[in-house]
């Protein structure tokens, strides 16, 4: 299984089951669904977010040749499919500022350039609520 812990240099990546060698990462949070309506005393429209949700994606240096840096999950030499369902996601901005949630990875795409470097690129879908940890100390 791999290491669960991706991490660059100052920024990381918590994927339960996937890894990689991180170079960046990047979430949109907010409201997806919004309706508009208007009451009989107006003629402006007001509208109302009714849903949200986020997504996003990781990216970095595929590892090999050595234990645990398998970059997803596999069941015997497959791909295990379970293991992109509910995933527990951490996007760590700096210590203390963190994005938290479970997800779904969505796809993973893979590089291999001639530079001897092996890209891995992991989007994922946030499936409910995120939390948000924001160290204001400073």
């Known amino acids: 299984m791999a290491s669960d ?3 660059g240099i100052t920024g990381a990546v918590t994927a339960s089951g996937f890894n990689v060698d991180l170079d960046s990462w990047s979430a949109s949070i ?3 669904d919004t ?3 208007r009451t009989f005393s107006s ?3 007001t509208k109302k977010n009714t849903g949200y949700g986020g997504s996003g994606s990781f990216r970095g240096t ?3 040749d050595a234990a645990d840096t398998a970059p997803m999950p596999d069941a015997s030499g497959v791909v295990d499919t379970t293991g992109f369902e509910g995933v527990s ?3 760590t901005m700096l210590t203390g500022c963190t994005y938290t949630g479970t ?3 969505t796809m993973i795409g893979s590089e291999r350039s001639a530079t001897d470097r092996a890209i891995g690129t992991f989007n994922f879908e946030f499936t409910g609520a ?3 940890t924001w160290d204001e100390t400073a």
Do not use: C, D, P, R
């Open 130 to 132: 995120v939390s948000i």
């Open 43 to 45: 003629v402006w429209k």
């Open 30 to 32: 907010g409201a997806e």
């Open 62 to 64: 595929l590892q090999y």
């Open 103 to 105: 997800a779904n990875i």
């Open 35 to 37: 309706v508009g309506y």
């Open 89 to 91: 996601l951490t996007l």
């Open 5 to 7: 812990i991706v991490a």
